[in-house]
């Protein structure tokens, strides 16, 4: 059972996107929107150009930001402020959620490649306001994106977590990787399940999966 894989887990680290809000209230899809439209605008791309670029960039470097840092040198602050300028109303307060995360036992963190002044908006919007100990965003970690072990790296260094008590939740199954890596038990948060030998468990809804953690 999930909670005996869990029993001496103190650090409870959540991913943002697709992770504490479900992917079909599609607030994600409003960001990779924005995304093409700023890979348009400054390097002269037409839309079905910037969009291939953004895949190609965010499947090499990890995100479509470091792949913009890493070939074009752009100025990452700018355009985090661009791609997060969203309309946040298709989210709303889940109590279930927000009761079972603070139910956790230990610390809770959010963990994200977007920017944490976003992040923030997005906790505020599930209603899920005071429950973390900590929130990172991309630039804590340097600029460095996740699923890099660097990225990883920076932000435990900074939390001062220990690995080995931890538990990371997460969508994109490559950032697991490296959680799994350092003894983190680690939770797979998607519609469709990946057979992967770093993933610990796999669920299609996080609130049914932490009620079977915290009952």
Known sequence: MPS????DTRVWVFDLDNTLYPP???????????????VMNILKLD???????RKLYWARYGTTLAGLMAVHD??????????HDIDFTVLHPDP????HIADLPGRRIVYTNGSAPYARRVISARGLEGLFDAVYGVEDAGYRP?????AFARIFAQDGLDPTGA???EDDPRNLAVPHALGMRTVHVAPDPIDAAHIHHHTTDL?????????
């Open 47 to 53: 839309a079905s150009q910037a969009n291939d670029l």
């Open 74 to 83: 752009i100025d990452p602050e700018p355009y985090l402020v661009d791609v």
């Open 24 to 38: 079909e209230m599609q607030l994600f899809d409003q960001i990779e929107q924005r995304m093409i439209t700023y």
């Open 96 to 99: 279930d959620l927000r009761a």
């Open 167 to 169: 538990a990371m939740f």
């Open 207 to 215: 609130t049914a999966f932490l009620a079977r953690l915290t009952k």
């Open 4 to 7: 005996e894989f869990f029993h």
């Open 146 to 150: 996740k699923p890099e072990a660097d």
